[in-house]
């Protein structure tokens, strides 16, 4: 009888957890996918770990390295040896070097893999591209660029989450654009939250749909019309004022410019007071509804305002951060346990110490462009005001064309270049569009190590690669070899791995190694600015003003007040639902983060197709007013482009604003129209005003029968 051997290792997906593996193994092959059995809370897995033998053994999976015969996109490939494929590369890089310049190739390392060795954003790939010379590097982010701006602005860091054990002392939790029960945010965030409805903690979800995560904790739904977030704050404030239940003792000691807020909320500078009835014209929400809860909030201690990034992924995103930093110390639940700073909500990742990592050195060309403007920069080049004319994207572990907004300019932008490399581990919308496509092993097939402010899994080998998959670090290692450049790889991935343990508060890599798991334990929860509440004097925050910056000097000094005012603001947004546009797409539309894939990834994964499939979410109002039926395919466009996929009707979502999951994959019919669901269609490539962040909840679309 062949024995079963059952090895450790963790899932390290773009997906917002990192989660304990148990595999299954029998003569070299899994036989299935288990999680963690010891104390709670569990570094549970979810379906789609614990489905991945699916992923992994998935027919579709790419097997040896290939050459496009047919048009770019088209499909058409013909197999090709690793030396041959290497080769190819080779010379093409140094051609293009050679003639424009290292700035005219585009690093395209994404995020999809998240472990210390091969991760893959700004890691192997960059390492390799910064010791040819350079390339061009990206600015800013999709998640949480615009939250990030915003917290460092205001706080003086990111990293202003405490730990989500501490969600269990809340009284008060307000889950603002927040849903991790779908939008993973901690593997043990979940846990944490059943744990504080069952201490008591009243839990409200604001949020244009009756996510899960309202379904499944909250006490109250209050759906509020997207992109519009910092106006109801702002009138909460007003509410606040007006009655006397902010923390005045609070704000003089540890915030500067709450008098500026103030009389902008008063209505003193602009003759407009932020009043419920101002803010319920905007966001939906009743009057009543946002005195209620900015008393509730104001009087409930301590209460944590948990703020979701989807709420910045708009217009002017910043705004709603700033915003709820703001409330935040109105309230005085900074630096308490069981309160919250609002914010980015971040932990501190170098606790307790770091990790080593791939170093990537510095990138000799020293420009960058906006990821989301990637499709722009290489349509427009310089001509257009970019750094350089783009010739070469190198991609890895990035769905550039389905994930980024705007897929028409997408397109057009990848049949421009000259040469187009990808390594993947699947035929996605992107790879379509490679000269040389190579196959990539996944995480089961290398050794590698994940690290969380938490806790660090060590990922052991699973199974040897599949077919004649390598890692992108040993693509990588060889293809240097071929360009001539010393010293990219001399160490085997132990080497590596073991090098990056001693840096870190993991006393014994053999051990840690032997365990699978090491906790970094603290004897309560951590709470973050707790040192700066307590004893600011010595532990002043880490702004120009040591404070609280409701009013920042750095912010009025770029001079850009209608876009970036010093104070947090509600602006109106362009592709908002009063934007004159809306007379012809009068629909918002939204693109929540599927619960049942990571972004486009497992999305071919049939046990995790059964749960769900690409569908439009709309209200019966606006179903009926169309003549749509339930589950009949509808079309959904905008000046960008249109897709075609089901309706789901529904009242979880409010009138006037329609969903549409991103990550599904394109498949354009004859006409141009998307069949897939690929959201990105219809979203447009607009940059938030700081941090370069993602735009895509202000999206105006009609929706018709197909
Ligand atoms: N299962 C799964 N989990 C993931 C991911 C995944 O692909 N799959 N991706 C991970 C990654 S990389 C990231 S960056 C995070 C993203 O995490 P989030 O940005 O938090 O996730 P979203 O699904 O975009 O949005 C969360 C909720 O906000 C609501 N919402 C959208 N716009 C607005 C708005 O303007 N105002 C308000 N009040 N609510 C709004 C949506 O309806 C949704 O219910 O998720 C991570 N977790
Ligand atoms: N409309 C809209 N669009 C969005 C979002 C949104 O909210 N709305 N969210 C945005 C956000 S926050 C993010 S983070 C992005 C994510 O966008 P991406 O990072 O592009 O998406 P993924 O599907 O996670 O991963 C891309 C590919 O990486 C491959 N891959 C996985 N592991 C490896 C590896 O080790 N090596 C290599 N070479 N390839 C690997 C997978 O097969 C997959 O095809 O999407 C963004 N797009
Ligand atoms: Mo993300």
Not at 260 to 281: C, H, I, M, N, Q
């Amino acid at each position: 009888m062949i024995e079963e051997r059952v090895v450790s290792t963790a899932c390290v997906h773009d997906c917002g957890g990192k989660c304990l593996l148990r595999v299954h193994v029998r003569d070299g092959v899994i036989t299935r996918i288990t999680g963690d059995e010891g104390e709670e809370p569990q570094l549970r897995p979810c379906l789609k770990g614990r489905a991945y033998r699916q992923r992994i053994y998935h027919p579709d999976r790419l097997k040896y390295p290939q050459r496009r015969i047919g048009e770019r996109g088209e499909g058409r490939f013909e197999r090709i040896s690793w030396d041959e494929a290497l080769d190819t590369i080779a010379r093409e890089m140094v051609r293009i070097k050679k003639t424009y310049g290292p700035e005219a190739i585009l690093d395209g390392s994404g995020p999809a893999n998240q472990s210390l060795l091969h991760g893959t954003s700004r890691s192997s790939l960059t390492r390799l591209l910064h010791m040819f010379g350079g390339c061009i590097g990206r600015t800013g982010r999709m998640s949480d660029a615009a939250a990030m701006a915003a917290s460092q602005y205001t706080l003086g860091t990111i990293h202003t989450g405490s730990d989500p054990e501490d969600l269990t002392n809340s009284r008060l939790i307000i889950l603002w654009a927040w849903n991790p029960a779908e939008a993973i945010h901690g593997t043990v965030t979940n846990w944490c939250l059943t744990r504080a409805r069952e201490n008591g903690a009243s839990v409200i979800s604001i949020d244009p749909r009756y996510s899960r995560t309202a379904a499944t904790w909250a006490d109250r739904w209050i759906p509020i019309y997207p992109g519009t977030d910092a106006a109801m704050m702002v009138a909460m404030a007003y509410v606040m004022i007006v009655e006397g239940l902010h923390d005045q003792a609070f704000l003089d000691r540890y915030t500067i410019g709450f008098e500026v807020f103030r009389s902008y909320v008063l209505g003193r500078e602009d003759g407009v007071p932020k009043t419920p009835a101002w803010a319920e014209e905007i966001t939906g929400v009743s009057r009543d509804t946002i005195a209620e809860l900015a008393c509730n909030y104001a009087s409930t201690k301590p209460a944590a305002l948990m703020a979701g990034w989807a709420m910045q992924r708009t217009a002017y995103g910043e705004q709603a951060f700033r915003a709820s930093i703001t409330l935040a110390a109105m309230t005085g639940n900074v630096g308490i346990p069981g309160g919250s700073a609002g914010g980015h909500y971040e932990l501190d990742p170098c606790y307790p110490e770091p990790f080593g990592k791939l170093p990537v050195g510095p990138n000799p060309v020293g420009k960058a462009i906006p990821i989301n403007k990637w499709a722009d920069a290489i349509l427009l080049g310089k001509a257009g005001g970019y750094p350089s004319d783009i010739k070469m994207c190198y991609i890895t572990a990035r769905n550039f064309l389905n994930q980024i907004p705007t897929v028409s300019k997408g397109i057009a932008a990848l049949k421009k270049l000259e040469f187009i490399m990808v390594h993947e581990q699947f035929m996605t919308p992107t790879a379509l569009y490679a000269d040389i496509l190579l196959p990539v092993t996944t995480f089961f097939e290398r050794e590698d190590i994940c690290v969380t402010p938490r806790y660090a899994i060590y990922m052991n080998r699973v199974i040897d690669p599949l077919y004649e998959g390598r890692s992108d670090l040993e693509i990588l290692t060889d293809l240097a070899r071929r360009l001539g450049i010393e010293g990219y790889n001399d160490k085997t991935d132990e080497e590596w791995l073991r090098s990056f343990v001693p840096a870190s508060a993991i006393p014994d890599f053999e051990a840690f190694k032997a365990n699978g798991i090491h906790h970094f334990r603290a004897e309560r929860p951590r709470v973050a600015f707790e040192e700066q509440i307590r004893d600011p004097d010595r532990y002043p925050f880490p702004t120009p003003s040591g404070k609280i910056e409701i009013y920042s000097q750095q912010l009025a000094d770029l001079n850009q007040p209608d876009q970036i005012p010093p104070i947090p603001k509600y602006i109106e947004p362009w592709e908002g639902r009063r934007d004159p546009l809306s007379g012809k797409f009068p629909l918002q539309l939204l693109t929540p983060h599927p619960r049942q894939f990571v972004h486009s990834s497992f999305t071919n994964v049939p046990w995790l197709q059964e749960l769900e499939r690409p569908q439009l979410w709309i209200n019966p109002v606006d179903a009926e007013a169309r003549g749509i039926r339930p589950g009949e395919g509808i079309s959904v466009s905008n000046r960008r482009g249109a897709l075609v996929v089901p309706a789901l009707v529904t009242e979880r979502i409010m009138p006037g604003v329609v969903s549409l999951d991103e990550g599904a994959w394109l498949n354009l019919d004859a006409s141009g129209s998307d069949r897939g669901g690929s959201v990105n269609m219809l979203t447009r490539d607009e940059d938030t005003p700081l941090g370069d962040g993602a735009t895509t909840h202000n999206c105006l679309v009609q929706v018709e029968k197909a």
